[in-house]
């Protein structure tokens, strides 16, 4: 490897901390001539002693002044953490669980929003040697004692006194639970009053015993169909994860600018990328800012009150953003203007790609002078409701689009999609910095290997894949693997430079009664960012042909009506609505030209209720639960099938 300056076009990261860029290229492995396997090697060396647990402390003697985390007031204002004050806070929430008897190795639960006693607690209990397990706040009780059951905590802190008090007439049925603290009650605070008598070095002892190999978390999996399981992740786990994670995003993590790096967390805790965001701020001395609501009238404050560098997001949420930034504009007149911004920022967008990756000139001088007239008018706007000072977005859960990414990218928001499961304690790939391709999620993370089975499932090897998954009737955790890949149930191929393509679920899979094999993902995925269409579900497993159940944005919907004045009206008085069915039609047939005839949407019925998670229809992470969509509207999904019925519009 040189670690001289490579040109622009290269994949660059920082070695040791000190910026000297190096060059790595991704080892590529053919079969038949298709790209079949692809590998980028680790970027730091693996941690063999040491754990989590230690990160604070490390912070804390190395910069003890630095800002790593900023806590919310009620009031809407921050106040910052330094590394030395979080450090006090573990060890004292550290000695306040070890006051209660807790002993290393107990599970302790933790059912909470995206708030700062989330970290704390989370490293709290690791200084301590215990094992935390994420409970989404919410689950229903069923999911919440299944987890409690599964995984025997003894303990379990809730965010809220409601969230307790409905888990009553369970706690008879989770006999190993023992405390049940609620942060709202300041039970948190307590439990470093109550660790006042417990010597400091009784931490210190615990920590010593902890190891790479030592079990972190149990994270259950969301559980689009049947009893989630839980995932074993250990401390080894996730610095493969969030060291090589580092490195290579060194921009987000590293700040090349006067402006200090920081990330305004507001995706679940709950979920993997959520808590591996949070570590991998904690071993950068990111400052780091948790926001508990994502509902845009309390979001939007606390962006431009603390002002990240870098957001976490899913796609939903920057498809919902953009169609939210093009209504205002229809409102304000000037759609014409957001419209033709948009294709500015798009064609920047890919001509920036086709420099980095060399197969073009990149923006040429009328396209920069474009870019630099629509930016005070659109983009700045855009990023100004971010909070201003947003220059990075990470964007996982489901494919972005080409078209979002190039957007994004072009008005000033560099955008690095990545793939991962529970199971590779987050990304397996990610978008590399200054080499990118639109469309796609990435080359391996560092330290990965990727492999397309020959049934076209991919498998992923790598030092952040997890130990196994929690058995409580087989002594703990049984393998995850038994050769080493571990089997994601994903669709996906290479391309020939390496960057993996998702197509979709393996289990997802339709094949249509004329034997056509039909994956939903990039159909339902492409409609989702209509601005009147919420959510999409494909059908059509053993079926003549290609149906769809379509749930309206009604915020969407009503903005589109206003500006035909119309007043607004319930979604089941729009099932009827001629003129919005058509405006329906024409975006399915945008869609059914990203695939063959037989794998079309021939026909669509518009549902008078969204999919939500309260309904049960979707997983705390955005997926469909597909079971539950069919078995509730089976009568519809059977009249997208009748011939002689109304129940759908479309067939072609």
Same mark, same amino acid.
């Given at each position: 490897?040189?670690?001289?300056?490579?040109?622009?076009?290269?994949? /660059?990261?920082?070695?040791?901390?000190? &910026?000297?860029?190096?060059?790595?290229?991704?080892?590529?492995?053919?079969?038949?001539?298709?790209?079949?396997?692809?590998?980028?090697?680790?970027?730091?060396?693996?941690?063999?002693?040491?754990?989590?647990?230690?990160?604070?402390?490390?912070?804390?003697?190395?910069?003890?002044?630095?800002?790593?985390?900023?806590? *919310?007031?009620?009031?809407?204002?921050?106040?910052?953490?330094?590394?030395?004050?979080?450090?006090?806070?573990?060890?004292? #929430?550290?000695?306040?669980?070890?006051?209660?008897?807790?002993?290393?190795?107990?599970?302790?639960?933790?059912?909470?929003?995206?708030?700062?006693?989330?970290?704390?607690?989370?490293?709290?209990?690791?200084?301590?040697?215990?094992?935390?397990?994420?409970?989404?706040?919410?689950?229903?009780?069923?999911?919440?004692?299944?987890?409690?059951?599964?995984?025997?905590?003894?303990?379990?802190?809730?965010?809220?006194?409601?969230?307790?008090?409905?888990?009553?007439?369970?706690?008879?049925?989770?006999?190993?639970?023992?405390?049940?603290? /609620?942060?709202?009650?300041?039970?948190?605070?307590?439990?470093?009053? *109550?660790?006042?008598? =417990?010597?400091?070095?009784?931490?210190?002892?615990?920590?010593?015993?902890?190891?790479?190999?030592?079990?972190?978390?149990?994270?259950?999996?969301?559980?689009?169909?049947?009893?989630?399981?839980?995932?074993?992740?250990?401390?080894?786990?996730?610095?493969?994860?969030?060291?090589?994670?580092?490195?290579?995003?060194?921009?987000?993590?590293?700040? *090349?600018?006067?402006?200090?790096?920081?990330?305004?967390?507001?995706?679940?805790?709950?979920?993997?990328?959520?808590?591996? /965001?949070?570590?991998?701020?904690?071993?950068?001395?990111?400052?780091? &800012?948790?926001?508990?609501?994502?509902?845009?009238?309390?979001?939007?404050?606390?962006?431009?009150?603390? $002002?990240?560098?870098?957001?976490?997001?899913?796609?939903?949420?920057?498809?919902?953003?953009?169609?939210?930034?093009?209504?205002?504009?229809?409102?304000?007149?000037? =759609?014409?203007?957001?419209?033709?911004?948009?294709?500015?920022?798009?064609?920047?967008?890919?001509?920036?790609?086709?420099?980095?990756?060399?197969? &073009?000139?990149?923006?040429?001088?009328?396209?920069?002078?474009?870019?630099?007239?629509?930016?005070?008018?659109?983009?700045?706007?855009? $990023?100004?409701?971010?909070?201003?000072?947003?220059?990075?977005?990470?964007?996982?859960?489901?494919?972005?689009?080409?078209?979002?990414?190039?957007?994004?990218? @072009?008005?000033?928001?560099?955008?690095?999609?990545?793939? %991962?499961?529970?199971?590779?304690?987050?990304?397996?790939?990610?978008?590399?910095?200054?080499?990118?391709?639109?469309?796609? /999620?990435?080359?391996?993370?560092?330290?990965?290997?990727?492999?397309?089975?020959?049934?076209?499932?991919?498998?992923?090897?790598?030092?952040?894949?997890?130990? @196994?998954?929690?058995?409580?009737?087989?002594?703990?955790?049984?393998?995850?693997?038994?050769? %080493?890949?571990?089997?994601?149930?994903?669709?996906?191929?290479?391309?020939?430079?390496?960057?993996?393509?998702? #197509?979709?679920?393996?289990?997802?899979?339709?094949?249509?009664? &004329? %034997?056509?094999?039909?994956?939903?993902?990039?159909?339902?995925?492409?409609?989702?960012?209509?601005?009147?269409?919420?959510? =999409?579900?494909?059908?059509?497993?053993?079926?003549?042909?290609? @149906?769809?159940?379509?749930?309206?944005?009604?915020?969407?919907?009503?903005?589109?009506?206003?500006?035909?004045?119309?007043?607004?009206?319930?979604?089941?008085?729009?099932?009827?609505?001629?003129?919005?069915?058509?405006?329906?039609?024409?975006?399915?047939?945008?869609?059914?030209?990203?695939?063959?005839?037989?794998?079309?949407?021939?026909?669509?019925?518009?549902?008078?209720?969204?999919?939500?998670?309260?309904?049960?229809?979707? #997983?705390?992470?955005?997926?469909?639960?597909?079971?539950?969509?069919?078995?509730?509207?089976?009568?519809?999904?059977?009249?997208?099938?009748?011939?002689?019925?109304?129940?759908?519009?479309?067939?072609?």
């Amino acid at each position: 490897m040189s670690t001289s300056h490579p040109p622009a076009d290269l994949v /660059v990261h920082s070695t040791a901390y000190d &910026g000297t860029p190096v060059l790595v290229e991704p080892a590529v492995r053919r079969l038949d001539g298709e790209v079949r396997e692809v590998s980028v090697p680790p970027f730091v060396p693996a941690v063999r002693h040491g754990s989590l647990a230690d990160l604070p402390f490390d912070n804390a003697c190395t910069a003890p002044e630095d800002r790593v985390l900023s806590r *919310r007031t009620e009031a809407g204002t921050w106040t910052d953490v330094t590394a030395a004050e979080f450090a006090a806070e573990v060890l004292v #929430t550290a000695k306040g669980l070890i006051a209660t008897g807790l002993t290393p190795g107990d599970r302790v639960a933790v059912m909470a929003r995206t708030v700062y006693e989330w970290t704390l607690l989370d490293f709290a209990a690791w200084a301590c040697g215990l094992v935390t397990v994420p409970i989404y706040p919410t689950s229903s009780l069923f999911q919440t004692r299944w987890i409690l059951q599964d995984s025997g905590a003894v303990a379990l802190v809730t965010e809220t006194g409601a969230q307790a008090a409905a888990l009553g007439p369970e706690l008879d049925r989770v006999p190993d639970l023992r405390h049940l603290w /609620v942060i709202e009650k300041g039970h948190v605070e307590r439990l470093g009053e *109550r660790g006042a008598q =417990v010597p400091d070095q009784e931490v210190a002892v615990r920590r010593g015993m902890l190891g790479p190999d030592t079990l972190a978390t149990i994270v259950y999996t969301s559980g689009t169909t049947g009893r989630p399981k839980g995932c074993a992740i250990t401390h080894g786990n996730f610095f493969a994860e969030v060291d090589n994670a580092v490195e290579l995003l060194y921009p987000v993590f590293r700040a *090349r600018t006067s402006e200090e790096a920081s990330i305004l967390h507001f995706l679940p805790m709950s979920h993997i990328f959520g808590r591996m /965001v949070a570590v991998a701020c904690i071993r950068a001395r990111v400052r780091l &800012g948790h926001a508990p609501s994502l509902k845009s009238e309390e979001l939007l404050p606390d962006l431009a009150s603390f $002002r990240p560098t870098c957001l976490v997001a899913i796609p939903y949420m920057l498809e919902k953003v953009f169609n939210a930034a093009r209504a205002r504009a229809e409102t304000g007149g000037r =759609v014409s203007v957001f419209d033709r911004a948009v294709g500015v920022a798009c064609r920047y967008g890919e001509a920036r790609e086709a420099r980095q990756s060399g197969t &073009g000139p990149g923006p040429g001088a009328a396209l920069k002078a474009a870019r630099a007239f629509y930016d005070p008018l659109v983009y700045r706007r855009i $990023r100004n409701a971010m909070g201003g000072r947003v220059r990075y977005m990470i964007c996982g859960g489901s494919p972005l689009g080409r078209r979002l990414a190039s957007f994004y990218a @072009g008005a000033g928001i560099e955008v690095y999609e990545g793939y %991962g499961l529970t199971e590779t304690t987050g990304a397996a790939t990610v978008s590399p910095p200054l080499k990118p391709r639109l469309g796609t /999620v990435g080359w391996p993370l560092p330290g990965t290997k990727v492999r397309i089975a020959a049934d076209g499932e991919i498998l992923l090897a790598g030092g952040h894949v997890l130990r @196994g998954y929690w058995d409580p009737n087989a002594g703990g955790v049984v393998p995850a693997t038994a050769d %080493g890949w571990l089997a994601t149930g994903d669709i996906g191929r290479l391309d020939d430079d390496g960057y993996l393509h998702i #197509t979709g679920r393996k289990k997802e899979m339709l094949i249509t009664a &004329g %034997g056509k094999s039909v994956a939903p993902a990039p159909l339902e995925n492409w409609l989702r960012q209509h601005p009147l269409i919420s959510q =999409v579900m494909v059908v059509g497993d053993a079926r003549p042909y290609v @149906g769809a159940l379509v749930t309206l944005d009604m915020e969407g919907v009503n903005h589109w009506r206003r500006m035909r004045g119309r007043h607004p009206v319930p979604a089941e008085l729009l099932l009827d609505d001629e003129e919005l069915h058509q405006v329906l039609q024409r975006a399915v047939d945008e869609a059914n030209k990203l695939v063959s005839r037989p794998e079309s949407i021939r026909r669509f019925t518009v549902l008078p209720v969204d999919f939500t998670e309260d309904s049960g229809h979707l #997983t705390p992470s955005m997926k469909l639960r597909r079971e539950a969509i069919a078995e509730e509207f089976k009568e519809e999904i059977e009249q997208l099938y009748d011939p002689y019925g109304q129940g759908g519009q479309g067939v072609r």
